[in-house]
């Protein structure tokens, strides 16, 4: 099926850095998200975006997390800075609409130490 | 908000057999998909299906959108079947998830 490739698949990060998750979602889709999943623990929306702009954010959504898609390239999640309570596995998402089927990444595991 | 109720929480099974897991939801849905997470953590898309029945390979899927309930059936169980499977449900593309189905088929 479609695929969503997410970059890199594990990060390692001191607490209170910087650190960007890359996702290349699938090549016509109009419609992007960030879920989290803790270990363990159930998957939850963080984010939505179409069109430029965020259209959805739920409340792990904090001020320090940033979403954008600059000229088509990366669809991409910032935490600035992160805390330990970041870490968790990250998964992208991609749709055509917004009530079409969604395929997700295989997620990027991020690590704050 | 949106509440997801997966059943049963476990199922063990020998390699062969048939498996029945059940989806219940709290309010009506526009999109309703079953995934399947690997013991990696990796998550697949199984079936996109907000009503009626779907078939793909060992699997088939009912949605009953009134009754607000789905059903994932999968045929002659074999041990790469192990693993997670989640039921979600979205009416603005928003994902709410259930807690899964943790499926051991053993040989």
């Known amino acids: 099926g479609p695929k969503v490739l997410q970059i890199p698949s594990h990060q390692i990060i001191d607490m209170g850095q910087m650190v960007t998750l890359n996702c290349d979602p699938v090549?016509?889709?109009?419609?992007f998200y960030w879920y989290k999943q803790i270990l363990g623990q159930q998957m939850e929306f963080l984010v939505n975006?179409?069109?430029?702009?965020?259209?959805?954010k739920s409340k792990l959504f904090k001020d320090q997390f940033s979403v954008e898609r600059p000229d088509g390239s990366y669809f991409t999640l910032k935490i600035q800075p992160t805390a330990l309570e970041d870490s968790a596995v990250y998964f992208c998402?991609?749709?055509?609409?917004?009530?079409?089927?969604?395929?997700f990444g295989k997620g990027t595991r991020l690590t704050v130490v | 908000g949106q509440q997801v109720q997966q059943s049963p929480s476990s199922l063990v099974l020998q390699e062969g057999e048939n498996a029945e897991l059940q989806c219940n939801f709290s309010?009506?849905?526009?999109?309703l998909q079953w995934f399947y997470q690997s013991p990696g953590g990796s998550l697949v898309s199984l079936l996109s299906n907000p009503s009626g029945t779907k078939h793909t390979g060992r699997l088939t899927s009912t949605t009953v959108t009134k009754e607000r309930r789905s059903s994932l059936h999968i045929s002659s169980s074999q041990t790469t079947d192990s693993g997670t499977y989640l039921c979600a449900i979205a009416n603005t593309g928003k994902l709410t998830f259930g807690d899964g189905t943790v499926l051991t088929v053993k040989p």
């Open positions: 975006f179409y069109n430029g702009k965020v259209m959805e």
């Open positions: 998402a991609s749709s055509l609409s917004g009530n079409t089927e969604v395929f």
């Open positions: 090549s016509n889709h109009l419609y």
């Open positions: 309010s009506t849905a526009t999109q």
